[in-house]
C-alpha cells in the first residue's frame, strides 16, 4: 500500500523554524521526483519546493526562497523541509507528493502548520 505521511506541523512564532517530514512507503521513493505544496482553505496550491530523483536538482516557489530548504533520504525514504517561518502568511497545511513523468502520482493527508505569536 502507498503511503506518504507528513509529521513535524505544528504552532511557531513568527520568525520561528520547523521541520517536517515526510515518509514513503509502499513504493520505490529513490525513483520519483518529490515536491512540497502548500494550500489554506478556499485557495489554490501552491508550490513550495521540488527535488528531483536523480541529481537531487532543487526549485523553490518564490515566496520561500532563502527560507526554506529541502532534501531527502532516499536510505530513509524520507523527504525533509526545513522552513524558517516569517509570518502568519506561511500557515497553511503542507503536503508532499510523490512525481514520476512530469505528473503527481501519490500525496499525503498533509500537516497543519500555524504561525502566531
Known amino acids: 500500500q502507498v503511503q506518504l505521511v507528513e509529521s513535524g506541523g505544528g504552532l511557531v512564532q513568527p520568525g520561528g523554524s520547523l521541520r517536517l517530514s515526510c515518509v514513503a512507503s509502499?513504493?520505490?521513493?529513490?525513483?520519483?521526483?518529490m515536491s512540497w505544496y502548500r494550500q489554506a482553505p478556499g485557495q489554490q496550491r501552491e508550490l513550495v519546493a521540488g527535488?528531483?530523483?536523480?541529481?537531487?536538482?532543487?526549485e523553490y516557489g518564490d515566496a520561500v526562497k532563502g527560507r526554506f530548504t529541502t532534501d531527502r533520504d532516499n536510505a530513509q525514504n524520507t523527504v525533509y523541509l526545513e522552513m524558517h517561518l516569517r509570518s502568519p502568511d506561511d500557515a497553511d497545511v503542507y503536503y508532499c507528493?510523490?512525481?514520476?513523468?512530469?505528473?503527481?502520482?501519490?500525496w499525503g493527508e498533509g500537516t497543519q502548520v500555524t504561525v502566531s505569536s
Open positions: 527535488i528531483r530523483r536523480a541529481d537531487g536538482d532543487l
Open positions: 509502499g513504493f520505490v521513493f529513490s525513483g520519483y521526483a
Open positions: 507528493d510523490a512525481w514520476n513523468y512530469g505528473q503527481i502520482v501519490y
